[in-house]
């Protein structure tokens, strides 16, 4: 019977050294597990994308005011008086209307003092003529061969006069006026009647209606060097609030430096900010008949660019070092306590951008999971919470 006894109290032991040891594993087994995930919640915390395959796509938007491609600034040369303003601003005119009429008391009396003296020559012309006929009656060489000599420098003295008259009153017609040179529209009217022609700069502005319209546009590099002239382009007019599609041709394009033109903008962006210190400078002609001067004109312009296997990439995954340029990819580690997950630097080879994605031509591979944003600075081989 003690030795039954015995065995009970041994087996009890036993039991209780089973139960302690299972706790003690138990404890540690969770502790560690605990620990493990404190370390964890205190890593950095990091977003991912994986690149993806497909062509570059970038819009750029911009817009112009439509200006008239033959514009006049016309003004009375002499200065003249303004006397009548015979049109307003947006008024259409033909071609040799007259616009505005002027006036100039002065010469107006030099005309007529030189009306008077003409008149004054022809009666002096008389009398010369009368003592030429006399002489020659009374038989008085000498005298008709003086009286001859005065009557034709009389006669010449009158041509002079005749032509000094004719070409004041031609001038004078011509300053009294200003008439259309071509059919256009009035786009700004500066004269004020008796105020002298020219105080407040041109007296009148004329735009051609035949020559159409066109506007200036800086076109970054990217896509303004693909632009040839002659070259169709498909331009939206606002009118009252509506959109009003037109089509415009290239006439010029030109390189110019250290201007922004527009908004490079990723395909169905709502926007994006630019990205281009130079650009190309293209003028674009557009004819139809319901644009006037000062429309609002906006252009919007889409580029494909073919990949050739490389992989388009968020802006914010990529980080410049000197003139290199790299991404921080997410390396997994399976254990016996989980996944773990660690930085690791892959240096990069960049195509071009679209102010959203950039296309990287070398350096990842589709299965890469790239970090595109983290709660704190990272560093190659540190673990992180993704």
């Given amino acids: 019977m003690a030795a039954g006894f015995t065995e009970a109290m041994e087996a009890r032991k036993k039991r209780k050294l089973l139960w302690l ?26 977003r991912t994308e994986l690149a993806r395959e497909g062509a570059l796509v970038t819009t750029w938007r911009g817009t112009a005011r ?3 491609r033959q514009h006049v600034d016309l003004s009375n040369r002499a200065e003249w008086s303004i006397k009548e303003v015979h049109v307003k601003e947006g008024d259409h005119v033909a071609k040799g209307q ?4 002027y006036e100039n008391p002065a010469a107006e009396r030099e005309i007529l003092d030189i009306q008077a003296g003409l ?20 038989n008085d060489e000498i005298q008709a061969r003086r009286s001859k000599r005065e009557l034709e420098s009389a006669r010449l003295a009158i041509g002079v006069q005749e032509r000094k008259l004719s070409a004041m009153q031609s001038e004078a017609l011509d300053r009294k006026r200003i008439i259309a040179p071509f059919d256009g529209v009035v786009t700004q009217i500066r004269a004020t009647p008796e105020l002298p022609s020219g105080s407040g700069g041109p007296d009148i502005s004329l735009a051609s209606s035949q020559q ?6 800086v076109i970054p590099d990217a896509m303004g060097r693909k632009l040839r002239t002659e070259e169709k382009m498909n331009v939206q007019i606002e009118q009252e609030g509506v959109s009003v599609p037109v089509e415009g041709i290239i006439t010029d394009i030109r390189p110019m430096t250290g201007i922004d033109g527009g908004t490079p903008l990723q395909e169905g962006a709502g926007g994006g900010g630019s990205q281009t210190d130079s650009g190309q400078r293209v003028v674009v002609k557009v004819q139809h008949p319901n644009v006037q001067a000062n429309d609002l004109v906006s252009v919007e312009l889409t580029q494909s660019e073919k990949t050739d296997g490389g992989m388009l990439v968020l802006n ?7 003139k290199d340029s790299y991404v921080l990819v997410i390396d997994e580690h399976s254990g016996p306590l989980g996944n773990t997950f660690i930085v690791r630097k892959a240096p990069v080879q960049l195509g071009g951008t679209n102010g959203q994605e950039t296309l990287v031509l070398q350096g990842i591979s589709v299965k890469d999971r790239i970090i595109v944003e983290s709660s704190e600075p990272l560093a190659e081989g540190q673990r992180v919470r993704v």
């Fill in 21 to 46: 040891s299972g706790l003690f594993f138990s404890v540690l087994l969770f502790l560690t597990l605990a620990s493990n995930t404190l370390l964890t919640l205190n890593l950095p915390k990091v």
């Fill in 66 to 68: 439509l200006m008239p």
């Fill in 98 to 101: 007259t616009l505005i009429t």
């Fill in 119 to 138: 008149a004054q020559q022809q009666l002096t012309l008389v009398d010369l003529q009368d003592d030429y006929i006399e002489a020659v009656q009374n």
């Fill in 212 to 217: 159409g319209y066109q506007f200036e546009i």
């Fill in 316 to 322: 914010q995954a990529i980080h410049r070092e000197g």
